[in-house]
Structures are given as structure tokens and as C-alpha cells.
């Protein structure tokens, strides 16, 4: 398994927005959008990411599990990406499907999962989807049984705290959701700002910092650009970057501004190798 993450690397994944999926208003065919994923994959792996994650960006369901059409066209997605790179590659099954994400992982040999929602209890607030709000409060025994029952114990997971396009149900500290969210087996800490394309702010990312410690990776989850870089990268191990790397309006990558993010990651100093 490819790790995503290397001590003493600020390591940068490119995001894979997929547009609409199987059995969705707007659907274009598995070949289109397998082709526009591959298109992107290859422009940020020219830009010199370290890693890709798929994302279902455009997906509108009702609740935070997704249905068969949908996971079996992610499927197809995702191992012709894998097949396609060298690169590790993850997933991210908005809203959030950690049953599809990991079933995902294994069936597609898939190197690390993200989750927007983990420890915390939230309300959507999208801003990017016209699905009714709903509830979001992970069941994290059933977490555990899901990467049990599939072997995945050893997929990484990448957990976020304090999410965007999320409002908190329950009063909690970040850095406290941050102890639990590896308490709860995420092998990296995902922080971000309010919504899609917003930084979260350099100090909440050092607070989450000194909440971990030095052993945990730690990731900012949204916002990050070239003119950021330096401050957001202080206290964090890497970064997934979608808005940044791509024409304005969610259009193709640009190679010239993956380079431009991937420079400016390569020159925050690393402080010293966990």
C-alpha cells in the first residue's frame, strides 16, 4: 500500500471532483466521467502531487449513505484511476459513506479513505448541493465492524474535525475532537475552513497541532494555495487541494497551478521528521 504521507514531506493530494454519477440527473455516461477523472489525474500528476483522492463532488443524496448505482460507478472510476497512476490513491464517498469508502479501498486496491464527518455530530449546510439538510452522527462500532468484516484495518483513515459545510450539533473543543478522532482510528487528522475553497485559519491548524502531538499526521482539509502555503504547512503534514488547482468554477486542473501549490509546498521547511 502506497502511503499519502511521509514524515518530513509537506505532502500535497489533488482532488478528483467527479460530476454527476449512475442513476443521477445530468449523468453523462461512465465513459465521460472516467475520462474527465483521468484527464485531471494526469494533469496533477504532471503538476507533481503526491497523492489523488476520487471524490463524488456533484452527488445530492438524501443522507450520508449512498445507493448501489452510485458505488458501482464509483468502482469503475476508481480502478481505472488506480490502473492509470503510480501515484496513491484514496476516496471520499460524500456524503459520508465510510461502508462504500472502504468497501472502495479494498475491491479497487485503494491506498487511504477520507472521512468529512467522524467523532463529531453535525447538520449540513452544503452550499454546493440542493439535498434537504440532514443529520450526520457516525456510528463508530459499525466503523470498526465494516473495516473489520473487509480486512481494512490497514486502509488508512483520514478523519476531519470540525468540518466544513457542516454546523455542530453538540458545544466541543477541536483539539478534544481531535484526540478522539484517533481514539476512533483515523490515521490523520483532516482540518479545515467553513466551506469548499476556504482556509482554515493558520492558528486553528497549530491548536490541533499541540493537541496531537508530533505523531500524528495532521492535514488541512480546504483553502490552500500557493500564497498560503507557508503559514497553513507550519503545522501540518500535507495538504488536499482541489479549488487551487483547477480553471475558476470547478473547471479542469491546471498543470501551471499545481505546480505553482506543489513549489510552494516544497519550500515550507520541515521541522523535524516524526
Not at 462500532?141 to 450539533?169: C, I
Not at 482539509?221 to 475558476?248: F, K, M, Q, W, Y
Request: proline residues 5%; charged residues 20%; neutral net charge.
Amino acid at each position: 500500500m502506497r502511503s499519502a504521507l511521509r514524515p518530513g514531506h509537506k505532502a500535497i493530494t489533488g482532488v478528483l471532483h467527479l460530476g454527476r454519477l449512475l442513476g443521477q440527473e445530468g449523468f453523462a455516461g461512465v465513459g465521460a466521467l472516467t475520462a474527465a477523472a483521468l484527464d485531471d489525474a494526469r494533469a496533477l500528476e504532471a503538476g507533481g502531487v503526491d497523492a489523488l483522492l476520487v471524490e463524488n463532488f456533484a452527488d445530492a443524496s438524501p443522507g450520508p449513505f449512498v445507493d448501489a448505482a452510485t458505488v458501482a460507478c464509483l468502482a469503475r472510476v476508481c480502478a481505472a484511476v488506480r490502473a492509470a497512476t503510480a501515484l496513491p490513491v484514496g476516496v471520499n464517498v460524500l456524503p459520508n459513506d465510510y461502508r462504500a469508502a472502504f468497501a472502495l479501498a479494498r475491491a479497487c486496491g485503494l491506498d487511504f479513505v477520507q472521512l468529512d464527518v467522524l467523532v463529531d455530530a453535525v447538520r449540513t449546510d452544503y452550499s454546493y448541493s440542493d439535498a434537504p439538510p440532514f443529520e450526520v452522527r457516525v456510528d463508530l462500532a459499525d466503523l470498526a465492524a465494516v473495516r473489520a468484516r473487509l480486512g481494512a484495518q490497514g486502509v488508512p483513515l483520514w478523519g476531519t474535525v470540525h468540518p466544513k459545510h457542516y454546523a455542530l450539533l453538540e458545544a466541543t473543543a477541536l483539539e478534544a475532537q481531535a484526540v478522539a478522532a484517533v481514539q476512533a482510528g483515523a490515521q490523520a487528522v483532516v482540518v479545515t475552513g467553513a466551506a469548499t475553497g476556504q482556509a482554515p485559519d493558520a492558528g486553528r491548524v497549530a491548536r490541533v497541532r499541540r493537541a496531537l502531538g508530533q505523531d500524528v499526521p495532521l492535514v488541512v482539509g480546504s483553502g490552500l494555495d500557493a500564497s498560503n502555503a507557508a503559514a497553513l504547512l507550519e503545522h501540518a503534514d500535507g495538504a488536499i487541494v482541489g479549488t487551487a488547482l483547477r480553471a475558476p468554477g470547478l473547471g479542469p486542473v491546471v498543470v501551471e497551478q499545481v505546480r505553482a501549490v506543489v513549489a510552494a509546498a516544497r519550500a515550507v521547511r520541515v521541522h523535524s521528521p516524526r
